[in-house]
């Protein structure tokens, strides 16, 4: 009871201090003095109050915009998703879209300096993204559905905001597609090429280090064992992620479009020597250390040779800014 009396005078204390205030503002508002003190305010020209309209107007078309592409992408996404959390050799998507909104980020003064400049031609944007999706859908094509996201964003970048804004966003939005994995169709099109090459050049090299070697297709028979090139050795992987390094390397090394196509254009044999450079010490060790190859070595050298990627892109990373300055 002492607990609910305690309240109550509070409250009563409460009201009785807002009553003593409102009765000193409208006291002070009756006076000529006090209306010269504190002017009336026109609240018809308030930035805020001027504003509010349109900033509900825009919260309105946002919060629309926003519930359609969840309408349509929300099982798109969590498929993405999924795939990212799942797939070894697409978990580097968990990090693009972040890494996206960094960028776009870094250039918020020039973004900002640029006067919005909404034009219809970004519908074409999004009817081609729409139609994307729709074939995607139809034909159960799991890349189409996801690249059309990218494309209906910049779609609505351009609508809304403008095309230059789009064209200084290009390099995020470029990014956002390599989060998507590549078809079923396309990566395996690709990893049975590349698991034989590796195969073949890693006998060769395997050979040339005094190893007895015999490779028949993708499997590399040593004296005492065989060892298999699977689809996860075909340097896919590596290749991905150093396209990807080379992609952003290129834009915060070089300034020249044909630098930065020339870097990534070159990540793609590095790619593929770095993986044979894998797959020739894994044989090589297990000629003389099977146990140090299917244990220590083939869970580190995943790492080892993409760092020795890494490095070697960012030497020439660094050769073509230099020849960029030359020139």
């Given at each position: 009871m002492e607990f609910?009396?305690?309240?109550?005078?509070?409250?009563?204390?409460?009201?009785?201090?807002?009553?003593?205030?409102?009765?000193?503002?409208?006291?002070?508002?009756?006076s000529p003095m006090g209306s010269a003190l504190h002017p009336e305010v026109d609240t018809s020209q308030s930035p805020r109050l001027r504003l509010w309209p349109?900033?509900?107007?825009?919260?309105?078309?946002?919060g629309l915009i926003v519930g359609l592409l969840a309408t349509l992408y929300l099982k798109?996404?969590?498929?993405?998703?999924?795939?990212?959390?799942?797939?070894?050799?697409a978990s580097h998507?968990?990090?693009?879209?972040?890494?996206a909104v960094y960028l776009a980020w870094l250039q918020r003064e020039t973004l900002m300096a640029e006067p919005a400049a909404p034009t219809a031609k970004g519908l074409w944007f999004t009817g081609v993204g729409c139609a994307v999706f729709l074939v995607g859908e139809l034909g159960a094509e799991f890349f189409l559905t996801r690249l059309s996201l990218v494309i209906i964003l910049a779609g609505l970048i351009a609508t809304f905001w403008g095309i230059?804004?789009?064209?200084?966003?290009?390099?995020?939005?470029?990014?956002l597609v390599t989060m998507i994995p590549l078809p079923a169709l396309v990566w395996n099109a690709l990893a049975t090429p590349l698991q034989l090459f590796a195969s073949d050049m890693a006998a060769n090299l395997a050979q040339w280090l005094g190893v007895a070697v015999?490779?028949?297709g993708n499997i590399i028979h040593l004296a005492g064992l065989s060892l298999g090139v699977a689809e996860a050795c075909s340097g896919l992987h590596s290749l991905?992620?150093?396209?990807?390094?080379?992609?952003?390397?290129?834009?915060l090394q070089c300034s020249s479009i044909w630098m930065r196509i020339t870097l990534v254009v070159l990540a793609i044999p590095l790619a593929v020597a770095v993986n044979v450079v894998r797959v020739t010490g894994t044989a090589v060790l297990a000629d003389h250390w099977e146990a140090i190859a299917f244990g220590f070595y083939h869970f580190f050298s995943g790492w080892l040779v993409?760092?020795?990627?890494?490095?070697?892109?960012?030497?020439?990373?660094?050769?073509?800014?230099h020849f960029e300055k030359g020139a």
């Open positions: 609910f009396r305690s309240c109550a005078a509070y409250i009563i204390g409460g009201a009785c201090r807002l009553r003593n205030v409102a009765t000193h503002v409208l006291e002070q508002k009756a349109l900033s509900a107007s825009l919260i309105v078309k946002v798109v996404l969590y498929d993405l998703g999924y795939t990212w959390w799942t797939d070894p050799s998507g968990l990090l693009i879209p972040p890494l230059p804004q789009l064209k200084k966003l290009t390099f995020p939005m470029l990014l015999y490779r028949d991905s992620a150093l396209t990807i390094a080379a992609l952003l390397l290129g834009f993409f760092l020795m990627g890494l490095t070697a892109l960012w030497l020439i990373a660094r050769v073509l800014h």
